[in-house]
């Protein structure tokens, strides 16, 4: 049994309440626009394995650093994660295939800045949009998800609001 911790679009944003609510996570996972590097050095001091994809906005060491797309199991779970992706009934082109060929039963995926947990019946996935953690965008709301993952099962899944997003 595994505690994943989501994030994405934290557009170089370290909140320190990111440590608090991934404490208990065995992973966390970001799914782009990552920003700066450290980011990522904080959540490695917080959790035993970080992984992450780079998004649109990423450069230099944060797009060398990371792939554009993971595919990896957990727990007996194929994960897909990608920033865009998209979402069940509108994928961003090409990701149908992606996700049928890399036999994902979880698809996690940023960009759009909004919070989406949607399953999707014609390929049997669970897709997952954590929203945004950074200061950078026009959404309302920065948010974390968290969930289990254990031996093929996905469940206890938790939304965190980290409160109104302010320009």
Same mark, same amino acid.
């Given at each position: 049994?595994?505690?994943?911790? #989501?994030?994405?679009?934290?557009?170089?944003?370290?909140?320190?309440?990111?440590?608090?609510?991934?404490?208990?996570?065995?992973?966390? !996972?970001?799914?782009g626009?990552?920003?700066?590097?450290d980011?990522?050095?904080? #959540?490695?001091?917080?959790?035993p394995?970080?992984?992450?994809?780079k998004g649109?906005?990423?450069?230099?060491?944060?797009?060398?650093?990371?792939?554009?797309?993971?595919?990896f199991?957990?727990?007996?779970?194929p994960?897909?994660?990608?920033?865009?992706?998209?979402?069940p009934?509108?994928?961003?082109?090409?990701?149908?295939? +992606?996700l049928?060929?890399?036999?994902?039963r #979880?698809?996690?995926?940023?960009?759009?800045?909004?919070l989406?947990?949607m399953?999707? +019946?014609e390929?049997?996935?669970?897709?997952i949009?954590?929203?945004?953690?950074?200061?950078?965008? !026009?959404?309302?709301?920065?948010? #974390?998800?968290?969930?289990t993952?254990d031996?093929?099962?996905?469940?206890?899944?938790?939304?965190?609001?980290l409160?109104?997003?302010?320009?």
């Amino acid at each position: 049994m595994k505690r994943i911790g #989501l994030l994405s679009d934290t557009h170089s944003c370290w909140d320190d309440r990111f440590a608090r609510h991934f404490k208990d996570c065995d992973e966390v !996972w970001h799914a782009g626009d990552i920003g700066c590097i450290d980011v990522i050095r904080h #959540l490695e001091e917080v959790v035993p394995v970080v992984r992450a994809v780079k998004g649109n906005i990423d450069s230099g060491i944060v797009a060398r650093s990371f792939p554009a797309e993971s595919v990896f199991t957990v727990e007996n779970v194929p994960v897909y994660l990608t920033h865009i992706g998209g979402y069940p009934g509108r994928y961003s082109p090409g990701i149908t295939r +992606r996700l049928i060929d890399s036999h994902a039963r #979880l698809f996690v995926c940023g960009h759009s800045h909004i919070l989406k947990v949607m399953f999707d +019946r014609e390929l049997d996935i669970l897709h997952i949009n954590p929203g945004a953690a950074g200061h950078h965008g !026009w959404h309302k709301e920065r948010t #974390l998800i968290k969930l289990t993952l254990d031996n093929g099962d996905m469940r206890d899944l938790e939304v965190i609001e980290l409160g109104k997003f302010k320009i």
